[in-house]
């Protein structure tokens, strides 16, 4: 079953505008995490963001936490035509388990227009 | 540094073939990942290794699938016979150490078509 839930399914903007993804998930989660896909590519870590924390940047992300809503947010600043791609956040699997077991939601669809 | 190479890149068959997909994690990487990826069902994890040996493949599909890591830098997933509904890009990351908290790095997968 899925853990993360994304929002929304797709996005599409100018270049230079921000771009917001949503996610939400169901159970106590000890960390969540993002990534980025590439058309034709692997999933590569963008940033991680634990439990205990309500924001965390780097570089033009942002990430937000909120374990009482059971949701995250990812902002990109001044967004770049490379920046189109896939985003996905994932949890540890329900149940806490420490052993690296991550849950990946469907993904935002991430387009940037130059 | 390399990271996570998987072998082929694309593979087509046709039903009922055997089919065997690589994958060489990061070097020091103590745990490996195997996962699924499609339009429907999005990405599915599939089995995955600590220390060479299998910890969860729960998610292995049916018997048809099955996986190996007899070493520490070299990891198969086999299918057999194959199936069209097997067709989907599959993914191998490995991670460094125990713990949720490690980013799990991916390889750019295998595009697997079955005829």
């Known amino acids: 079953s899925q853990q993360g839930e994304e929002d929304p399914q797709a996005l599409s903007i100018q270049e230079g505008e921000n771009a917001t993804m949503n996610c939400s998930y169901k159970t106590s989660i000890n960390n969540l995490q993002w990534y980025r896909q590439n058309s034709g590519r692997g999933l590569v870590h963008l940033i991680l963001?634990?439990?205990?924390?309500r924001e965390k940047h780097s570089g033009r992300l942002r990430v937000t936490l909120d374990t009482s809503k059971k949701s995250s947010s990812l902002l990109i600043t001044a967004s770049r035509a490379a920046d189109t791609a896939s985003y996905f956040c994932a949890t540890p699997e329900a149940g806490g388990t420490s052993y690296g077991k991550l849950t990946f939601g469907q993904g935002t669809i991430l387009t940037v227009h130059p | 540094d390399a990271g996570v190479i998987q072998s082929p890149r694309h593979e087509v068959t046709e039903m009922g073939q055997e089919v065997t997909l690589r994958c060489k994690p990061i070097s020091g990487h103590d745990y490996l990942f195997w996962y699924r990826q499609t339009m429907m069902r999005g990405l599915e994890l599939l089995i995955y290794?600590?220390?060479?040996?299998?910890?969860?493949d729960s998610g292995m599909p049916e018997d048809r699938f099955s996986a190996k890591m007899p070493n520490a830098s070299f990891s198969t997933l086999k299918i057999q016979p194959s199936e069209p509904r097997d067709s989907a890009v599959y993914f191998c990351a490995s991670s460094f150490r125990q713990g949720s908290y490690e980013p799990q790095h991916f390889g750019d997968g295998t595009r697997l078509s079955i005829l």
């Open positions: 963001i634990r439990s205990n924390e």
């Open positions: 290794f600590n220390n060479n040996v299998p910890i969860d």
